[in-house]
């Protein structure tokens, strides 16, 4: 597994670091637009998943709590990660893929270009498919980072990979607003794995 370690710098000399993990393989068809669309995820990568990030998390044992995504796909690894963690669960909403509204559930290749295309020319402001904006889903894991270095202790945040580049992109510009879609990070994290980011609180 692959892990970019990253660092917001804000005053104080405290460090925390968060453990960001996208659920694994979701059970819908290639190609498919599923951002709010509450699916499940393959069990066995899921359980494979958990192996894999049992044995990185085994250094890391001032882990004391655990956020997800109220999803399926995600709810199943936190659940597993949980228990054998012995550590506390929390839902919570602000970790939701992004909303992609009226094109949910619809094949990416069966969306209008002229929607995209307005969503991309329009990318911090633009509700695409009438849900979220990329402004919006930025400003809400911006609260949940100035949440989380409240709290001054390690976390696991299993989500997805919208939230992921979302936390990506305020790290390296420092502000949950975004000039241009060619800003939003190329990379996407792989189903079941993770980043980490270091934060000075």
């Given at each position: 597994m692959r892990n970019w370690f990253l660092s917001w710098l804000i005053t104080g000399s405290l460090g925390m670091k968060?453990?960001?993990?996208?659920?694994?393989?979701?059970?819908?068809?290639?190609?498919?637009?599923?951002?709010?669309?509450?699916?499940?995820?393959?069990?066995?990568?899921?359980?494979?998943?958990?192996?894999n990030l049992m044995n990185a998390l085994s250094e890391s044992s001032g882990v004391k709590v655990l956020f997800t995504s109220p999803r399926q796909r995600t709810k199943q690894l936190a659940n597993l990660l949980a228990q054998r963690l012995n550590i506390s669960l929390v839902e919570e909403e602000l970790l939701a893929e992004m909303d992609f509204?009226?094109?949910?559930?619809h094949l990416w290749e069966d969306i209008p270009k002229s929607a995209i295309d307005l969503w991309t020319e329009e990318f911090n402001d633009h509700p695409f498919g009438g849900g979220e904006s990329t402004g919006q889903?930025?400003?809400?894991?911006?609260?949940l980072m100035?949440?989380?270095?409240r709290r001054h202790e390690d976390q696991i945040w299993v989500t997805h990979a919208g939230v992921i580049k979302a936390v990506q992109?305020?790290?390296?510009?420092?502000?949950?607003?975004?000039?241009?879609?060619a800003d939003w990070p190329r990379e996407t994290t792989n189903f079941g794995d993770w980043i980490t980011v270091d934060i000075t609180t």
């Open positions: 968060i453990w960001l993990i996208r659920h694994a393989k979701p059970l819908v068809e290639k190609g498919l637009c599923y951002g709010r669309l509450d699916v499940r995820a393959d069990q066995s990568l899921t359980e494979l998943a958990s192996d509204g009226e094109w949910e559930g889903l930025l400003n809400r894991v911006w609260l100035e949440n989380a270095k992109f305020i790290m390296n510009n420092g502000e949950p607003y975004i000039k241009s879609a």
